[in-house]
């Protein structure tokens, strides 16, 4: 199989770019903050900002007409400008022109948890309310899962493989890993992978009506008193070549992705023994694919945040890693990202294998009563990190782990 490199990598989150976002977590800055009626009412003019009791969430600020001059962006939903934003910094790092961006054929596999759901939401109301005739095209085009890929593909002239990933909350794992597997198979040379996901009223006021968010407004992962969780929104993408096209262009990688792995959980959840099996299974298919045995991994980068799942994530990470490898995320700083949150985890661990430097589980105070054997990265931290697994645990039973090396072992 074709070994699979990073060479790229664009981000967009409250935080800034993908080196700000990176330098900001690892310094423990928080993306989220109080949710005011207007930036509702930019989410949704017919919101009622009374149905939300819980007034935190992380929001990117961006002008479109600033950041996409001169073109027609209306098409384009705020799911799709994310990726688009991300994509285009992944690609101007190591400066891939257009003309070769076609030539190429780089293809896009993006995750997403939720995709447009604001758009699809807003064209069933207008023509459930108005009536048919008064439905905006343009929000129809807009209103299917894979159509945030498909306009980034669109406006980047992206003429490789285009692929949706839905995996929940697990979406930007997942897509990671399949674009791994596609490069491998040689049905791709070059991949942007990873996940994007829009702040909505919709994600929103169903978070809070389940339950999930948190009324401290503060993501604890892990932690005995966690009490939910805060949203964010934001979009994150890797350029993953194969090893022989990165070379024969003379890209620096910046990492590799050495194995995967998935599985379900068919309690969605609601039974933490089998939930944490299922991500145990996940995470040994991934080592074992990776050819890496736990003493070679320095760092687990985990996508728990701060809902009761993260007892089931803690189970299945002490069954395979014990306390010998340390625990962390980027929950804590960004929220819970949904499908994008996998992509931003790999980030995180991309910027320690080059600074060395662990962010700390914000938030976290006291170990759950069912587990207390993990090294949870309570504060900040200096390793010499080389080998890193990323987790995620989606809210309906899907499971995935990703094995990334530092460029050079």
């Known amino acids: ?55 935190m969430a992380g929001r990117v600020e961006y002008n479109p007409r600033e950041v996409f001059p001169g073109r027609n962006f209306r098409p384009v939903d705020r799911t799709g400008q994310l990726a688009i934003l991300a994509a285009e910094g ?35 109301r207008r023509g459930l309310e108005a009536g048919p005739k008064y439905v905006k095209p343009l929000d129809f085009a807009n209103s299917v899962i894979n159509a945030a890929a498909g306009q980034a593909a669109i406006w980047l002239g992206l003429t490789g493989t285009n692929s949706t990933v839905t995996g929940g909350a697990a979406a930007g794992v997942l897509a990671l890993a399949q674009a791994t597997q596609l490069i491998r198979d040689g049905r791709a040379h070059a991949l942007l992978a990873g996940g994007s996901e829009e702040l909505s009223y919709e994600g929103l006021v169903g978070f809070e009506q389940a339950g999930l968010l948190s009324s401290g407004g503060r993501v604890r992962p892990f932690d005995r008193d966690r009490d939910g969780t805060v949203l964010g929104e934001g979009s994150a ?40 099996s299922a991500l145990e299974r996940a995470i040994r298919v991934a ?55 996998g992509a931003f985890q790999a980030l995180g661990l991309l910027h ?56 050079g072992g």
């Open 237 to 276: 993408l890797l350029l993953l070549e194969s090893q022989g096209a990165a070379t024969l262009r003379g890209a620096r990688p910046l990492g590799r992705v050495l194995g995967h792995g998935s599985a379900f959980d068919t309690s969605r959840g609601r039974d933490p023994e089998r939930a944490a």
């Open 90 to 124: 992944a690609l101007e790092g190591v400066e891939v022109a257009e003309e070769d961006r076609r030539g190429a054929f780089i293809g896009l596999v993006l995750g997403t948890m939720f995709g447009s759901v604001h758009t699809i939401s807003a064209f069933d």
């Open 1 to 55: 199989m074709e070994p699979v490199v990073i060479t790229g990598r664009g981000a967009l989150s409250p935080l800034g770019n993908a080196a700000q976002t990176a330098v900001a977590v690892a310094e423990g800055q928080v993306a989220y903050g109080p949710i005011e009626d207007e930036v509702l009412g930019r989410l949704d003019r017919s919101g009622d900002p009374e149905a939300l009791r819980t007034r």
């Open 352 to 407: 320690a294998f080059e600074g060395g430097r662990l962010p700390a589980l914000g938030g976290f105070e006291r170990a759950p009563t069912e587990v207390s054997s993990l090294d949870w990265c309570r504060e900040a931290r200096t390793v010499d990190c080389r080998r890193g697994v990323l987790t995620a645990t989606s809210f309906d039973g899907v499971v995935a782990a990703v094995v990334l090396e530092r460029a």
């Open 287 to 341: 080592l074992k694919d990776a050819g890496s045995p736990v003493d070679t991994i320095n760092a687990v980068f985990t996508g728990a945040c701060g809902l009761p799942g993260d007892v089931a994530e803690a189970k299945a990470l002490a069954a395979v890693f014990g306390d010998a490898v340390p625990v962390t995320g980027t929950a804590s700083n960004l929220g819970c990202c949904l499908g994008a949150g």
